[in-house]
């Protein structure tokens, strides 16, 4: 077994080594838990989630999708692009739904999943802000889904 840790093997690398990973590997990987992150490696792990997200195929990306047990996620959608951080929904309205999302870890299939029409999160990056699907549209999913 590698004796590495996982920070030191973060630290040292350099922006020229990141690279798109495959993300498609088996389930463990992602039912595996995560653990709060640092500034300083959210910004080492956000562009490689970014250079691994194909836009054409998604929104967003867990670095626990990846094999980094973190919890940093990187979000592009409708034109904007979100990084997570440590982020806690803190507040739901009792208007759940079920929605048939997929998940770029899992390619071709849906999963029902309850979700929430209104949400509050409390992030390292953005702080305290609520989401809304009558007015920030699929954002509100994509964000219960990388949290999760």
């Known amino acids: 077994m590698d004796s590495i840790s996982f920070k030191d093997k973060l630290n040292a690398l350099e922006p020229a080594e990141l690279k798109p990973v495959d993300i498609t590997r088996s389930l463990d990987i992602i039912q595996q838990p ?3 992150a640092t500034m300083d490696e959210a910004e080492k792990i956000w562009p ?14 867990a670095a ?13 959608y409708n034109g ?3 990084r997570l951080l440590n982020t806690r929904i803190v ?6 739904f079920m929605y048939g999302e997929g998940c770029l870890s899992i390619p071709g299939k849906t999963v029902k999943t ?8 409390e992030d390292d990056v953005l702080g305290r802000v609520a989401f809304d699907e009558s007015t920030d ?3 509100c999913t994509i964000i219960q889904h990388e949290v999760d």
């Open 34 to 36: 995560s653990t709060d």
């Open 48 to 61: 490689i989630l970014e250079q691994t997200l194909d836009p054409s195929v998604g929104y967003g990306l």
């Open 64 to 76: 626990c999708q990846i094999g980094i047990h973190k919890k940093v996620a990187f979000i592009k």
């Open 80 to 82: 904007k692009e979100y």
């Open 91 to 96: 507040d739901k309205n009792n208007e759940g």
């Open 114 to 121: 309850e979700r929430y029409r209104n949400i509050v999160i």
């Open 137 to 139: 549209g699929l954002l």
